[in-house]
């Protein structure tokens, strides 16, 4: 199998070209805050940007991109007046589709509301649904926890949410993982996401030695922090 | 004389309280943003109700501590949260599948308006843009139960109690049950079913805090506030 190891956060998101769809992931956690530092240090600019997580626009994930204008279009659950809300079991369902080559379905969610006008609806079984479009993109920017050489990725906890979903409904997704181990070594009963919907592994740098908070970056983003202990 | 702005209404931990004391054994109930988020550092595990966040958590237990903190282990709201025994993780994609297929005892949520048909609104507060509420809008259009916890009145002194929603509607008539800090409130034909009233307060005082149609249950009972502090606290 391919070994699909890159050195730095820099070079996994230098092929990234302006008017580019990039997924990116997390929602809560699983954040992939190093890979969307290197995107503001590369430049691209008119992005399309799907991403559950945008409800803290202007704190700790795109907040930077989209204050300085780089991004075009911004597809969320959260709606701000500006960008269209969706729903998100919705959201999340369109991205599965994007990436099980699915191009609609059909749901309840938001049947009777200002976000169902314009939208097919049909009844099934004496239920009236919604017709939803799927999402695909060019990339997709995700964290793992542990990360074998040939790109099969374990998550940890909630780190996992939208992660292995929008691996697979990107052409090209890139990840930031904790731990590398070589290929083989991961057990094929326990892997989250198989390498076949991963293009590029980068390992975080570790932090310097002493620091216990969450250092930001050049461009002001927070970068991956190691705050806290492991375990329930 | 009490006028009514000083008479005491139940605190927001105990409109929690009288809350969990609805829920079953072997429920599954989602916990959405704001004072319901709270329910889970309440309610003990003894009472076997698993809580689900949407980001993936079926078995989601109290907040963590600044020392328990794991930054991968997060509620939807991103409070750092603990696990309870035979809790599993899920990918974004299967919780939201657990909740379209009706998986879901219950969804407890806040509400901006809830209106005497059931409707009810939490995704704006802006009449002219319907908001998508994150998750909202998906658990109260397929969970089997809808349980609304707010404070009775809005911080501008509003009612909150509609004959019909003015904001967007989140999902029209799907509210079962209304938690509020003046008493728990059920449906009739176009009306509140006052249930359960707050200690000292009459259902006339509360129909004057509230603009849809309140008719008084025939076993209208008082919130008995000692007893439900005793009923959380024997959990352990």
């Known amino acids: 199998m391919i070994n699909k190891v890159v050195q730095t956060m820099d070079e996994a998101v230098s092929g990234i070209p302006d008017g580019a769809t990039v997924m990116i992931g997390g929602f809560g956690s699983g954040i992939p805050y190093n890979l969307i530092a290197a995107l503001h240090r590369q430049g691209a600019k008119e992005l399309t940007v799907i991403a559950v997580n945008a409800t803290t626009m202007n704190r700790t994930d795109i907040g930077f991109l989209e204050r300085e204008g780089r991004i075009k279009t911004l597809i969320s659950q959260a709606g701000d007046g500006r960008y269209p809300g969706i729903p998100q079991g919705t959201m999340v369902e369109r991205i599965r589709a994007g990436g099980a080559g699915v191009p609609a379905f059909y749901t309840p969610t938001g049947v009777g509301t200002l976000l169902a006008e314009g939208k097919e609806h049909r009844d099934f079984n004496g239920r009236t649904y919604l017709l939803e479009t799927a999402l695909t993109a060019d990339y997709a920017l995700i964290p793992a926890w542990r990360a074998d050489t040939f790109g099969n990725l374990q998550f940890e906890y909630t780190q996992r949410t939208i992660n292995p979903t929008m691996a697979r409904a990107a052409n090209q997704t890139i990840v930031e993982v904790e731990e590398m181990v070589e290929g083989g070594e991961l057990d094929p009963s326990f892997i989250h996401c198989p390498g076949v919907f991963v293009s590029q592994v980068v390992k975080i740098p570790p932090e310097p030695e002493g620091f216990h908070g969450r250092p930001l970056n050049i461009a002001g983003v927070p970068t991956r922090s190691r705050l806290g202990t492991r375990g329930v | ?236």
């Open chain 2, 1 to 236: 004389m009490t006028t009514e702005a000083e008479k005491p209404k139940l605190a927001r931990e105990e409109i929690l309280l009288r809350t969990i004391l609805d829920f079953q054994e072997g429920w599954l109930v989602n916990l959405g943003s704001g004072l319901p988020s709270y329910i889970a550092n309440y309610c003990s595990p003894e009472r076997n109700v698993v809580f689900h966040a949407e980001n993936g958590v079926v078995g989601m237990g109290r907040m963590a501590t600044r020392e328990e903190v794991n930054i991968n282990l997060t509620n939807a709201l991103a409070q750092h949260i603990l696990l309870v025994p035979g809790a599993s993780i899920i990918d974004h994609v299967d919780s939201f599948a657990l909740v379209r297929s009706g998986r879901l005892s219950a969804t407890v949520m806040g509400a901006y308006h809830v209106a005497s048909n059931r409707d009810f609104a939490n995704v704006s507060r802006d009449p002219n843009v319907g908001g998508s509420g994150g998750g909202a809008m998906d658990m109260a259009r397929n969970a089997q139960r809808v349980f609304i916890v707010m404070e009775h009145v809005s911080s501008e002194g509003q009612p909150k109690l509609l004959k019909r929603c003015t904001l967007p509607l989140t999902c029209p008539g799907v509210v079962t049950r209304v938690f509020t800090d003046l008493g728990v409130f059920d449906f009739g034909e176009d009306c509140f079913v006052i249930k359960e009233i707050a200690p000292g307060w009459t259902v006339d005082e509360v129909r004057a805090l509230s603009e849809g149609d309140i008719v008084a249950a025939p076993d209208l009972k008082e919130i008995d506030l000692k007893a439900l502090h005793e009923a959380i606290a024997s959990d352990g």
